[in-house]
């Protein structure tokens, strides 16, 4: 399911801090849209309670994660970052 599937975007939190996107992944929460404006990535995922107090959570600096976990999950977002990078610049 994709974010530009739906007409109300409300139901989606947009970020492009990759730092959040590794968290909110680490608990869970399963992106739903990856998008390029200029050179910035989003990332959308689905409002849900739960993505909220993980939120709040990471914006209070309360967020507590195994650094090694948080590492490899990182890495893994940065990679699936380039690769949608690359499939956006790829002549059609």
């Known amino acids: 399911m994709v974010a530009s599937d739906h007409n109300d975007l409300h139901e989606f939190?947009?970020?492009n801090?990759?730092?959040?996107?590794?968290?909110?992944k680490m608990r869970g929460h399963s992106?739903?849209?990856?998008?390029?404006?200029?050179?910035?990535?989003?990332?959308y995922f689905r409002v849900s309670d739960g993505l909220v107090d993980?939120?709040?959570?990471?914006?209070?600096?309360?967020?507590?994660v195994d650094p090694r976990e948080y590492n490899r999950t990182?890495?893994?977002?940065?990679?699936?970052?380039?690769?949608?990078?690359?499939?956006q610049e790829?002549?059609?």
């Open 31 to 43: 992106t739903q849209d990856t998008r390029f404006e200029g050179n910035t990535c989003y990332w």
């Open 54 to 64: 993980c939120i709040d959570d990471f914006t209070a600096g309360q967020a507590r």
């Open 74 to 87: 990182f890495t893994q977002t940065k990679r699936e970052f380039y690769d949608s990078k690359d499939r």
């Open 13 to 15: 939190h947009k970020t």
């Open 17 to 24: 801090d990759m730092a959040l996107v590794t968290y909110l």
């Open 90 to 92: 790829a002549p059609q």
